[in-house]
Nanobody, 126 residues
Framework: QVQLVESGGGLVQAGGSLRLSCAASGRTFSSYAMAWFRQAPGKEREFVAGISWTGGTTKYAGSVKGRFTISRDNAKNTVYLQMNNMKPEDAAVYYC???????????????????WGQGTRVTVSS
């Protein structure tokens, strides 16, 4: 198992940028494929971005591709989500997730396949 703590959320103007961080503890960070999900009020949790355990492969939801970048620093046990050109539709609670099984790729997996952080809230003003 692994513990995940997100940080970096807050208020940003549309068109601005924000970087989220997720610090991991417990098992070795490099053992896990990682992902970011987000959830807005009244909506299902949705996949945003994923990264393989080596960091060599990434995957993005179509709504964020070209604007968001996921990366990881295994030496620091940290995964990041750089969010540029923020849109009001990006407002949500963002969750860091670690894949629980042997899968090591960047693709989205069912929500029950992950360990979850507690989330960090992102608000976007027009």
């Amino acid at each position: 198992q692994v513990q995940l703590v997100e940080s970096g959320g807050g208020l940003v103007q549309a068109g601005g940028s924000l970087r989220l961080s997720c610090a991991a503890s417990g098992r070795t960070f490099s053992s896990y494929a990682m992902a970011w999900f987000r959830q807005a009020p009244g909506k299902e949790r949705e996949f945003v971005a994923g990264i393989s355990w080596t960091g060599g492969t990434t995957k993005y939801a179509g709504s964020v591709k070209g604007r968001f970048t996921i990366s990881r620093d295994n030496a620091k046990n940290t995964v990041y989500l750089q969010m540029n050109n923020m849109k009001p539709e990006d407002a949500a609670v963002y969750y860091c997730a670690a894949e629980r099984g042997a899968y090591g790729g960047a693709d989205s997996r069912p929500v029950e396949s992950y360990y979850w952080g507690q989330g960090t809230r992102v608000t976007v003003s027009s």
